[in-house]
Every structure is written in C-alpha cells, then in structure tokens.
C-alpha cells in the first residue's frame, strides 16, 4: 500500500511541528500546505527537506492529499473538518475541536455520514507520564481510585506565539478550550468512567501582561463521575512562573503525584517518604516536545486497518468537550450543570 498523502491546514507553529513528526511516521508523508499565504514549494523543500505542494484554498489541495491535518486557529476548524470530510478525507484536529457543542456535533455528523477516521490532537495520553501513571492503574497499585486532579499551568503571555490571537474570546473561546484542556481529557483518561455533573469557577489575574484577554484565564472544575467518585481540573494561562502539568490520584491502596508513588500493594517502601519514579514528565508548553510522532502513528495504522483508533479517536474526544463545555457553562451560569443538558 502507498503512504497516505498528508496535506497540512495553517502554517503556524504547530503546523511545522506537525510536518517534522511526519517525518518519523511509517505509512504517510506530508505533501501539500494550505496557507492564506502563497507559499513557494522551493522554499517549502528548503525549509523542511521534503518536497512539498503549496494551496492557498483547502478546496484546491483536497484532490491531491489522503489526510487534512488542521492546525489552524480554533474557530476554523468546523468548516474545514466538514469539508474535507465531505470529500472524503481522513481527519487529524488540533485541540480543541471547536469552540461550541453544536459545532462539534456537526463535524461529528460529517464525520459519520463520509464514514472517514479522525482524531483530534489529545496527544499528552501518548506521553510518557500518562503511559506510566495508566500502568499503575491498571496493575491496581492505587487500589480504587476515588479522587484525581489534574491540572494546566502555563502562562500564555505576549513572549507565546499564539498569544496575539489566543487573547480574543472569538478565537480562545476558553481557558480551557484553548489549553487546559489537555489536562481535563488526561484527567478523564485516568477515570475512565463517564462524568455527571460538573461546577466550575472562573477568574481571571489583574496581570497588566495578561489584560488583552478578552475572557477569565484561570478556571478551576470540579467532577461528579457516576459512580461518586470525584476529580478537579485546574486551567491556569495566566500564570507567571515555569510550565507545570500536575497530576494526582489518590486511592485505597496508595496514591501517585506527578512522578512520586506511595502503594500500600508493594512491599519495603516507606510510609514517610514518597518513592521517585524515573519518568520523564510533561514539562514543556512548546509543540515540539510534544508527543505527536505515537499518536500519529496510531491514527496512520488505524487508517490502512480501517479500524478503531486507540486513545484520541473522534468519540472519545468527543466526549472531553462534552464535558468542556459543561464546565465553561457552569462558570458562565455560576450552577452546577449535568453533562445530560448537551445530549448527543
């Protein structure tokens, strides 16, 4: 079977660190761009060292590509991803999806009705922090779990290269749609049940850095799983202090923090110290470091099997902004607010 042509959607910061994962990926190659800007394929092979097609309409490249990688701003994505699954083409997303329910039902739809795979860009499950702590989980260490946080502090000031459009409610939408979302889909990941009910609060710092933002920068979400058991997600840009992705899960046998574990299931260790595990965390905001190259190549092989992806396919990240949404709801209403009021 031939590679699967990749045509990339934006030419921003992501858009190359998607390019460059490629690159390492078996099965696909990435062929075309598609920039508001006309783009020269002697200097796109000059940059990237592959050959590669410019398009400034995404009409025009849907013909010559396989796959539409969207990495362009968020309120882009809806009628991108329609369309190009209404030609037919596999879909890869950048987080977040869209920026309203009913938006993302309807690429839902699209999606279903081409019968075409999709993933969207939840890639911190494909980080070494994540594989570890669901390995714990799942060989019982913790026993049951019954309260997790997750959390996202980075501050996404003027020095971050999204920042001059990320501040306008038009295109960040939220904090959480906008980035801490990764937090609350890897907390959903490590629950692995469905959630009920969610209230969240939202501020904003009085940082004259941050005052271009149009909506609350800081948000804190509490969630009600099915079975009562409970968890947080904390979505922090407007911090002023280094990149920090905290996880802690708490259970009837033991408990793990970021990289620290304490299991009343593992013989010798002791009960005043935590025990370090050697596991590179997620301590980067940059895409570059980002885990792209596993989920990838999880959508690609998914793709030639015409099965199920594992992980970040469309329906489960569907779901993590099913609940997105309720929280961003919850802080707009100051309620409480079940995740049955945005049916599917």
């Known amino acids: 079977m ?4 990749v045509g990339i959607v934006g030419f921003g910061w ?3 660190a998607h390019i460059e994962t490629f690159k390492n990926v078996r099965g696909a190659r990435v062929t075309a761009v598609c920039s508001r800007r006309e783009q020269n394929s002697a200097e796109l092979k000059s940059r990237f060292g592959i050959p590669l097609k410019g398009y400034t309409r ?3 490249m849907l013909a010559d590509v396989d796959v539409v990688d969207i990495c362009t701003p968020h309120p882009l994505h809806k009628d991108q991803a329609i369309a190009a699954a209404k030609a037919g083409k596999h879909l890869i997303i950048e987080k977040p999806l869209c920026l309203s329910w009913s938006d993302a039902l309807a690429i839902r739809d699209a999606i279903r009705a081409a019968r ?3 993933c969207v860009c939840f890639e911190v499950r494909y980080s ?6 669901k390995s714990i989980l799942d060989q019982g260490l913790l026993g049951e779990v019954h309260y997790a946080e997750v959390d996202y502090f980075h501050g996404i000031g003027p020095w971050y290269k999204q920042f001059e459009w990320n501040v306008k409610r ?3 939408g939220s904090s959480l749609l906008t980035a801490g979302c990764h937090a609350l889909d890897t907390l959903l990941y490590f629950m692995n049940e469905p959630v009920e009910e969610v209230t969240s609060y939202s501020t904003k710092s009085s940082s004259t850095v941050m005052a271009p933002y149009e909506y609350d920068t800081t948000s804190s979400t509490l969630l009600r799983f099915k079975s009562g058991k409970v968890g947080k997600a904390a979505s922090v840009i407007d911090c002023i202090q280094p990149y920090y992705f905290h996880s802690h899960l708490v259970g009837s046998e033991g408990s793990l923090l970021d990289n620290k574990l304490h299991s009343a299931r593992l013989n010798g260790l002791s009960k005043s110290a935590w025990s370090t595990l050697n596991v590179p965390l997620i301590d980067s905001g940059d895409v570059k470091d980002h885990p792209y190259q596993p989920q990838f190549q999880a959508f690609v092989d998914s793709v030639e099997r015409n099965e199920k992806m594992a992980l970040t396919d469309f329906d489960t990240a569907l779901e993590s902004h099913r609940v997105i949404f309720a929280a961003d709801r919850s802080a707009a209403e100051r309620r409480s607010v079940r995740i049955s009021e945005f049916p599917l």
Not at 128 to 133: D, G, H, S, Y
């Open 170 to 172: 038009e295109f960040g």
């Open 128 to 133: 070494a922090q994540a594989m570890l702590t």
């Open 58 to 60: 995404l009409e025009d």
């Open 2 to 5: 031939s590679d699967l042509r």
């Open 116 to 118: 075409v795979k999709a």
């Open 14 to 16: 992501v858009a190359g």
